[in-house]
């Protein structure tokens, strides 16, 4: 069994700072590609940004300058600092990660239950 804990979201007002976490746990043998996706009410979930094993990364336009997406293989964590936030910014934000468990040997998507955040003044 593998399960993805988040942690990190909350409340900010415009122009500051949120650094989300994501740790994976359970019978894990490897970890491919590493993710955020987000979705605001009423809309429908979009990437945010990627990391893959060797470090190379992907970003929403939207996001691009001002997110960063780092990992730390040993702790199977991903992270997404958010900095100069934007209201339009608000979501659901999920963690995403392509695991290979050892009790299945084969890769799989894994997400994790989302964390709230909300950027307002």
């Known amino acids: 069994q593998v399960q993805l804990v988040e942690s990190g979201g909350g409340l900010v007002q415009p122009g500051g700072s949120l650094r989300l976490s994501c740790a994976a746990s359970?019978?894990?043998?490897?970890?491919?590609?590493m993710g955020w996706y987000r979705q605001a009410p009423g809309k429908q979930r979009e990437m945010v940004a990627t990391i893959t094993s060797d470090g190379s990364t992907n970003y929403a336009d939207s996001v691009k300058g001002r997110f960063t997406i780092s990992r730390d293989n040993a702790k199977k964590t991903v992270y997404l600092q958010m900095d100069s936030l934007k209201p339009e910014d608000t979501a659901v934000y999920y963690c995403?990660?392509?695991?290979?468990?050892?009790?299945?040997?084969?890769?799989?998507?894994?997400w994790g239950q989302g964390t709230q955040v909300t950027v307002s003044s």
């Open positions: 359970g019978s894990i043998l490897s970890i491919d590609r």
């Open positions: 995403n990660q392509l695991v290979v468990a050892t009790t299945t040997l084969y890769v799989r998507a894994y």
